[in-house]
């Protein structure tokens, strides 16, 4: 199949174009080593005679079929990163193979000059390869409320190549594109380059001097947008509809996700309690409702919180406020090593890691992402609530001071998750400094563009959501199902489900030597272990071992029976302090391993958190319980 390349800038409109040639024939995939995405779908290219409807053919012709490839944004053919150079090499490749018919580049007709400069380095490589170049001008729409057009006949002239001006969004233009783009593909030849005045100068004076004849005057656009800024970036009001803004995200990720997941979970239960009721009492039984389907369940109950926290995501991106909130940021997170992206991950860690990890993406220096990426998971997730809530309870006595405002209980947990922040930006500043002169993981200059603000288009932020699911589902899945059916095979083994006397009861008493150092048994030491498929099992596992049914929602009950065994102020306080530093997820591991492409690095970070949550909380109780 022959293939059509789409290039431009980011925050061009490009996305959304390859949404509308494509529509929903569109698959995703990675470059090999980064983890910026490659999208690709079918054009339907028609036949002058054929009806771009229904395709069919007045002349017997048979439309011809051409592979869009949408390649990610970037300003220049000049990399300043692994990822965008990994990407640009792809991109020449691609320009030189003998597949390649056409290549689509994107101009953002709001900012001509920025857009002119990488199409015009891309049109001097086609020329070299004999390849054929088309230009949109996208965003016509906002030209048009400002009176405002551009003479693309002209402009043609200029370029040496053909110039469709569009709007993705409004579909202004759209069907001429498409009518325009078909003919120039089945027949590029037709179509080459031709050498002009402009196009043989520098890509940056060409562009000035298009821009100068074509362009709309930049204060005209950013008129609007600066008076915004003014509020949004002022060092007061901006700082409130900050935290209004993340306070707004964080409840989304951490709230209004929970029916969906619980819906999620009830719907695989009762699945679950159908396909097994055709099965009699046993081991096929237990191994059909609790491995397979518990299976399934410890992964896809994370995909609604996933795609919730990509619509937020993506609301605030599409709409331009996502780059003035990194810009907020930036400053104090870069002292640690961090950027002004970070912040986003980093909140939305504290409701879970995985769709945090998966929210750096947008990070664009590939050190500082690898970094985020790599401390996210010491954020206090909602996960580790009911482990936090079972100690402290055991630990912290419920009063209150000040009239009833503060709670002791309630400064335990606010000094839990403090502990977890600072952590995180303790080993993201050492992190920074090992991968200093790393090659693999270089960093870029923070460069950020302030996009005009606008209203998200609905269409390409469902495929967004869309595929935030089903590539979690795709990458992660398999490794937490088969962890999962690893443990559940370990404690079902050999006495039919009693955990007590399973091979992980029997591992957890032949290695509690190694958790004595911290003043527990083998006891916490299987639920420590079980919990590596999820924290908040710590809780159900010692509840099966201290005899309490229904632990999750029994939390007092357990709590007494773990005070009254004799659970030391040291022992819970090294307990805690494991479980805010340990990497206690197979979900997040797996989710690691996903993203950073290399198994080295999701599990050493599992490994690494062990050991400084094993050391740290060894320390603590050795410290405590000496007084």
């Not at 005057?217 to 800024?229: E, G, H, P, Y």
């Not at 990720?253 to 009492?281: C, H, K, Q, Y």
């Not at 664009?364 to 998971?377: A, G, I, Q």
């Not at 022992?571 to 197979?586: D, E, K, N, T």
Request: glycine share 8%; hydrophobic share 50%.
């Amino acid at each position: 199949m022959q293939k059509i390349l789409l290039v431009g800038k980011p925050n061009s409109g490009k996305s959304l174009l390859f949404n509308q040639l494509t529509g929903l024939r569109q698959k995703v995939a990675n470059f090999p080593g980064v983890t910026v995405e490659l999208k690709s779908g079918v054009f339907n290219a028609f036949s002058h005679n054929a009806s771009p409807k229904t395709g069919e053919a007045y002349d017997g012709k048979a439309e011809q079929k051409f592979e869009l490839i949408d390649y990610p944004g970037t300003y220049s053919l000049k990399s300043l990163s692994k990822d965008e150079s990994i990407a640009i090499e792809q991109l020449l490749a691609a320009m030189s193979d003998e597949e390649t018919s056409v290549i689509l580049c994107n101009l953002d007709a709001t900012r001509m000059e920025r857009s002119l400069v990488f199409a015009l380095q891309v049109q001097e490589i086609a020329k070299q390869y004999d390849k054929t170049v088309v230009f949109t001008l996208n965003m016509i729409d906002e030209l048009l409320r400002f009176n405002h057009s551009i003479d693309t006949i002209e402009l043609s002239k200029k370029l040496g190549s053909p110039v469709f001006a569009v709007s993705a969004k409004t579909l202004i233009g759209i069907n001429e594109l498409q009518k325009g783009l078909s003919e120039i593909a089945v027949s590029p030849e037709k179509f080459r380059v031709k050498a002009t005045e402009i196009n043989q100068q520098a890509s940056g004076v060409a562009a000035k001097i298009l821009a100068k004849e074509f362009a709309i005057q930049a204060d005209i656009v950013l008129k609007r947008q600066n008076k915004i800024d003014s509020l949004l970036l002022n060092s007061v009001f901006g700082g409130i509809a900050f935290l209004l803004i993340m306070f707004f995200l964080f409840q989304a990720i951490f709230t209004w996700a929970t029916p969906l997941m619980d819906a999620t979970e009830s719907g695989i239960g009762i699945l679950a309690n159908l396909v097994s009721g055709f099965v009699g009492e046993g081991l096929l039984n237990d191994f059909i409702r609790d491995a397979i389907f518990g299976g399934l369940g410890s992964f896809l109950v994370f995909v609604p919180q996933i795609m919730v926290l990509t619509l937020i995501i993506g609301l605030l991106e599409d709409s331009g406020y996502l780059a003035r909130a990194a810009l907020i940021c930036h400053k104090p997170l870069s002292f640690f090593g961090l950027s002004g992206r970070s912040f986003i991950p980093y909140l939305s860690g504290h409701a879970c890691a995985i769709p945090a990890i998966l929210a750096a993406r947008t990070i664009e220096s590939p050190r500082k992402r690898f970094v985020t990426m790599l401390t996210v998971p010491l954020m206090s997730c909602s996960a580790r609530l009911p482990v936090y809530a079972l100690l402290i309870a055991v630990l912290v006595p419920d009063v209150s001071y000040l009239g009833g405002w503060v709670n002791l209980q309630g400064v335990m947990f606010f000094v839990l998750y403090f502990f977890g922040i600072l952590t995180a930006l303790i080993v993201s500043a050492v992190l920074n400094k090992m991968t200093k002169d790393s090659k693999e993981y270089q960093d870029m200059p923070f460069i950020l563009e302030l996009p005009s603000y606008r209203l998200p288009h609905w269409q390409p932020l469902f495929y967004r959501i869309l595929n935030s699911g089903t590539q979690f589902i795709k990458r992660a899945g398999p490794i937490i199902f088969v962890v999962s059916l690893v443990i559940w095979s370990l404690g079902y083994f050999p006495n039919n489900g009693d955990l007590q006397n399973s091979y992980l009861s029997a591992i957890g008493q032949w290695i509690e030597p190694v958790f004595a150092p911290m003043g527990v048994d083998w006891r916490y030491g299987v639920a420590i272990l079980v919990s590596f498929l999820a924290r908040e099992v710590f809780v159900g596992v010692l509840g099966t071992m201290f005899s309490i049914e229904n632990a999750d929602e029994n939390i007092a009950g357990l709590a007494a029976n773990l005070e009254a065994d004799g659970l030391s102020l040291a022992s819970g306080v090294a307990l805690l302090a494991f479980y805010v530093i340990a990497l206690q997820c197979v979900a997040t591991v797996a989710t690691l391993k996903a993203e950073l492409g290399k198994n080295r690095y999701a599990w050493g970070a599992f490994v690494a958190y062990g050991l400084l949550a094993y050391l740290v909380s060894m320390t603590l109780y050795a410290v405590i319980s000496s007084y």
